[in-house]
């Protein structure tokens, strides 16, 4: 991407930070309704599955579906709003959830995952933003993995 593009992604990438920092308060009320959306994403996960890593958790709301039918599961979360993982390390599986504060762009990714899950977080982004996204997802999981 040329310079001005890496420019405006950051800004904006700013912006949501400052929105869901922001957004703490009505987080809840507004996102419930999609509960069950979110958790019907773990009923496609295989049931072997132990290294999942969480793109945009927020305040974890699909993780608390996934960790009671993957109870050993080990999670490691990206997300750029430090008060959005201040809730996230309030639940209960904070333990088995490793929190990486920062934007997708700019940290990596890891390795050897799993699986790769994200709801409600990649949708914003341009269509040649989520390429250099899906190239990393890829780059990350095991053969097999699953997205
Ligand atoms: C709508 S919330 C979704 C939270 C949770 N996954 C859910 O479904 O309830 C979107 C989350 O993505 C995070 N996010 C947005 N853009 C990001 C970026 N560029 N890098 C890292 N996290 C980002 C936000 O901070 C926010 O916590």
Known sequence: MDGDKVMDLY????KQRIFFNEKIASY???HEIYMETKKSLTDYL?????K?????????????H??????????TVIDISENMLKELSKRDFANRVTMICGDF?????????DAVISTSALHHFKPEEKLILYKKIFDCLKSG???
């Open 11 to 14: 800004e904006r990438n700013q």
């Open 145 to 147: 993995g699953l997205f």
């Open 46 to 50: 295989d049931k072997n599955i132990t």
């Open 105 to 113: 762009f700019e940290k990596d990714f890891g390795n050897n995952y």
């Open 28 to 30: 809840d009320q507004v």
């Open 52 to 64: 999942i890593l969480d793109l945009g958790a927020g305040i974890g709301f699909e993780l608390i």
């Open 66 to 75: 996934l960790f009671e039918i993957y109870p050993n599961a080990s999670v």
